[in-house]
């Protein structure tokens, strides 16, 4: 009944900036929380950043100081602002929304994924 798209991924330089954005869409009622996962080559998916329905936000050590999460309510759509990119944050990145539908049922659903790369 939903589905996060994500758009914003690419390549950058050690040092660079990019934009991450989750848009849901369908039979939405209201969305909880929302987050930023990534995995990476070999590893487990990891959290990167989430954020409340209320504004209340949560980052992992590794990108705290240079990654910003936040949301646009009106749009169903979360962002994540990425500065002073490193090697080590390539990866997929997925979007995670706790989302109500209008069965009123509450679900996780996930994006399929961008890849973000950061060469040096």
Same mark, same amino acid.
């Given at each position: 009944?939903?589905?996060?798209?994500?758009?914003? %991924?690419?390549?950058? #330089?050690?040092? !660079?900036?990019? &934009?991450?954005?989750? /848009?849901?869409?369908? =039979?939405?009622? +209201?969305? *909880?929380?929302? %987050?930023?996962?990534? #995995?990476?080559? !070999?590893?487990? &998916?990891?959290?990167? /950043?989430?954020?409340? =329905?209320?504004? +209340?936000? *949560?980052?992992?050590?590794?990108?705290?100081?240079?990654?910003?999460?936040? &949301?646009?309510?009106?749009?169903?759509?979360?962002?994540?602002?990425?500065?002073?990119?490193?090697?080590?944050?390539?990866?997929?990145?997925?979007?995670?929304?706790?989302?109500?539908?209008?069965?009123?049922?509450?679900?996780?659903?996930?994006?399929?994924?961008?890849?973000?790369?950061?060469?040096?």
């Amino acid at each position: 009944q939903v589905q996060l798209v994500e758009s914003g %991924g690419g390549l950058v #330089q050690l040092g !660079g900036s990019l &934009r991450l954005s989750c /848009a849901a869409s369908g =039979s939405i009622f +209201s969305i *909880n929380a929302m %987050g930023w996962y990534r #995995q990476a080559p !070999g590893k487990q &998916r990891e959290l990167v /950043a989430t954020i409340t =329905s209320g504004g +209340s936000t *949560n980052y992992a050590d590794s990108v705290k100081g240079r990654f910003t999460i936040s &949301r646009d309510n009106a749009k169903n759509t979360v962002y994540l602002q990425m500065n002073s990119l490193k090697p080590e944050d390539t990866a997929v990145y997925y979007c995670n929304g706790e989302i109500v539908v209008v069965t009123f049922e509450s679900y996780a659903y996930w994006g399929q994924g961008t890849q973000v790369t950061v060469s040096s």
